[in-house]
C-alpha cells in the first residue's frame, strides 16, 4: 500500500504562484508514476500532469501546459506541482495519485492510489 498525502493548497489572486506538494509513504519503492489531477465543482475529474520512470519523465494536460510543473525529490517519495500564472479556471481540488503500473497517464482509472486533495482557490 501506498499512502499519499497533499498539502500546499490555498487561495490565491489571478496572475499569482503556488506550489502543491505531495508526500508518499508505505510501499514507495513500487511506485512508477505519479500524478496530479484535480476536480472542480460539477465537473468531471481532470488530469493535470505526471511524473514517471527513473527519469522523471513528464507530461502535462493541455490546460496547464507552459503554466504548471511537475517535478520530485531525489527519494521520489515527495512530488511538486508548481503553478504559475493561475487564473479563475483553475480553481479546483488537487489530487495527488500514485500508480505501480502502466497505462495511459491520463487516465485516472490507472491509478491505484489517491490523497484527501487540497483545495485551490484562484480569486478575481
Known amino acids: 500500500q501506498v499512502q499519499l498525502g497533499e498539502s500546499g493548497g490555498g487561495l490565491v489572486q489571478i496572475g499569482d504562484s503556488l506550489r502543491l506538494s505531495c508526500a508518499a509513504s508505505?510501499?514507495?519503492?513500487?511506485?512508477?508514476?505519479m500524478a496530479w489531477f484535480r476536480q472542480a465543482p460539477g465537473k468531471e475529474r481532470e488530469f493535470v500532469a505526471a511524473i514517471s520512470g527513473s527519469f522523471g519523465s513528464t507530461y502535462y494536460g493541455n490546460s496547464v501546459k507552459g503554466r504548471f510543473s511537475i517535478s520530485r525529490d531525489n527519494a521520489g517519495n515527495t512530488v511538486y506541482l508548481q503553478m504559475s500564472s493561475l487564473k479563475p479556471e483553475d480553481t479546483a481540488v488537487y489530487y495527488c495519485a500514485a500508480r505501480n503500473s502502466g497505462g495511459a497517464f491520463h487516465r485516472g482509472g490507472s491509478y491505484a492510489y489517491w490523497g484527501q486533495g487540497t483545495q485551490v482557490t484562484v480569486s478575481s
Open positions: 508505505g510501499r514507495t519503492n513500487s511506485v512508477l508514476t
